[in-house]
């Protein structure tokens, strides 16, 4: 059975079990993150010292199930699949692991698809990026992202039109040479073959 800092990841009398952690193999998949990616993840912050207290105590007892995240799959505006996290469970449970080993240890999450079949899970899809809480997603991040691609696409733009400018500058014709008539007249021979040659 694995174990973090001494707390037994028990997925059926774990803190925090619920019946799915046991068929997560056939029902899901598992993520390995970080505490802080699950709390971005889930738009929570961590819990209090009063709340980590507490279910450390369970946990040191009990151990503990994974923490898990409801999904679905969706294609994002710029038509990526991904994954839309729907809801979570383990607030508790990964604030506690972040406090026994650090905010780098990476939790093995259980996430389970609500919107495809579990036979349909293939395996490319367990590397899809995951999108926050929808209604979190819709009021927070979605605007920065669309201002981000918005001013990704501006750069490119100009930085074509800079491209642009600048093979314009290199095809200008130069302006002619201005000559004056006494040097037309003293050199007509070789002024006539300058033009014959231009023409």
């Given at each position: 059975?694995?174990?973090?800092?001494?707390?037994?990841?028990?997925?059926?009398?774990?803190?925090?079990?619920?019946?799915?952690?046991?068929?997560?193999?056939?029902?899901?998949?598992?993520?390995?993150?970080?505490?802080?990616?699950?709390?971005?993840?889930?738009?929570?912050?961590?819990?209090?010292?009063?709340?980590?207290?507490?279910?450390?105590?369970?946990?040191?007892?009990?151990?503990?199930?994974?923490?898990?995240?409801?999904?679905?799959?969706?294609?994002?505006?710029?038509?990526?699949?991904?994954?839309?996290v729907?809801?979570?469970?383990?607030?508790n449970?990964?604030?506690?692991f972040?406090?026994?080993?650090?905010?780098?240890?990476?939790?093995?999450?259980?996430?389970?698809?609500?919107?495809?079949?579990?036979?349909?899970?293939?395996?490319?899809?367990?590397?899809?990026?995951?999108?926050?809480?929808?209604?979190?997603?819709?009021?927070?991040?979605?605007?920065?992202?669309?201002?981000?691609?918005?001013?990704?696409?501006?750069?490119?733009?100009?930085?074509?039109?800079?491209?642009?400018?600048?093979?314009?500058?290199?095809?200008?014709?130069?302006?002619?040479?201005?000559?004056?008539?006494?040097?037309i007249?003293?050199?007509?021979?070789?002024?006539?073959?300058?033009?014959?040659?231009?023409?």
């Amino acid at each position: 059975m694995e174990e973090i800092k001494g707390i037994k990841l028990d997925q059926v009398n774990g803190v925090g079990a619920i019946s799915d952690n046991q068929s997560v193999d056939y029902l899901g998949f598992i993520k390995y993150m970080t505490p802080n990616q699950f709390f971005r993840l889930s738009f929570v912050n961590e819990s209090t010292n009063k709340e980590i207290a507490l279910c450390e105590e369970l946990m040191q007892q009990n151990g503990s199930a994974s923490p898990f995240l409801m999904v679905e799959l969706v294609t994002d505006q710029f038509d990526e699949t991904k994954w839309q996290v729907k809801d979570h469970g383990g607030k508790n449970r990964m604030s506690v692991f972040k406090k026994l080993a650090g905010s780098d240890v990476k939790i093995p999450v259980h996430i389970f698809p609500t919107n495809i079949k579990s036979s349909d899970i293939e395996l490319k899809m367990e590397s899809y990026d995951f999108l926050p809480e929808t209604k979190k997603y819709e009021k927070t991040y979605k605007p920065i992202l669309e201002k981000y691609h918005r001013v990704k696409e501006r750069k490119k733009q100009l930085e074509e039109e800079r491209k642009l400018k600048k093979l314009e500058n290199e095809l200008k014709i130069e302006e002619p040479v201005k000559i004056e008539p006494e040097v037309i007249e003293e050199n007509k021979s070789v002024y006539k073959m300058l033009m014959d040659e231009i023409i």
